[in-house]
């Protein structure tokens, strides 16, 4: 059996966009769709168990974002709540249009406690500008796996790793905007992520199954 180790699964998400060299996409990129797909799609595909909760992070009184995602986040949502000296939940705007008509980009705004936030691409805005440290706590849901970032690491369960390898490079043929290659790989994908989902279906039952004394 093949062990799909994320340097195996980068050289496969190569052969299988046929961007083949460093200049055509970065190993650093491909990664990130591997990572993307692997832990906010794949675990929704096949309905695994994820764990809810609060993301929290500090601001300063210099800084003005923006403030990337954890690394575990698959989504954030409301509410967010802005803590220190009290504690207040924030205005949340999901569209940058909105939030930069509240806070437009060409006005200077004075330091205070923050109110507002924009959720947008993996990435938190907060508005106005902080004056010193708060905690910023929004509301997520977290994978249930971790990221994969050395070259010898391996998805939690190794027969994932086709079902992977196949999902990332229809991603990044998306977003390419190569939808005939993408079309391509759908078949064997899907073929992949059904041998996925039943093996999870049967680790279901088996648990199920499991006598209680």
């Not at 675990?43 to 210099?62: A, D, N, R, Y």
């Not at 086709?162 to 078949?187: N, R």
Request: proline share 8%; with cysteine.
């Amino acid at each position: 059996m093949s062990i799909w180790t994320l340097a195996e699964l980068t050289a496969k998400v190569r052969s299988l966009t046929g961007r083949k060299t460093e200049g055509q996409l970065s190993s650093a990129d491909i990664v990130k769709y591997i990572n993307n797909y692997y832990q906010g799609i794949f675990p929704e595909l096949l309905s695994l168990e994820k764990k809810k909760g609060f993301w929290e992070f500090e601001t300063s009184g210099s800084d003005e974002g923006p403030y990337p995602y954890d690394a575990s986040i698959i989504v954030a949502k409301p509410p967010v709540y802005c803590i220190g000296g009290g504690q207040n939940r924030m205005r949340i705007f999901t569209e940058p249009e909105h939030f930069y008509h509240a806070w437009p980009r060409s006005q200077a705004y004075q330091r205070s406690r923050p109110r507002d936030c924009l959720i947008w691409r993996r990435e938190l805005l907060i508005a106005p500008p902080p004056d010193g440290v708060y905690v910023i706590s929004v509301n997520a849901e977290f994978s249930i796996v971790t990221p994969l970032t050395e070259p010898a690491d391996v998805p939690e369960q190794d027969n994932w790793g086709p079902a992977i390898a196949y999902g990332a490079a229809i991603e990044i043929s998306l977003d390419k905007g190569d939808d005939a290659k993408a079309g391509d790989l759908s078949g064997p994908y899907k073929y992949y992520l059904n041998l996925c989902t039943r093996r999870e279906v049967r680790n279901l039952m088996f648990k199920r199954a499991l006598p209680r004394f």
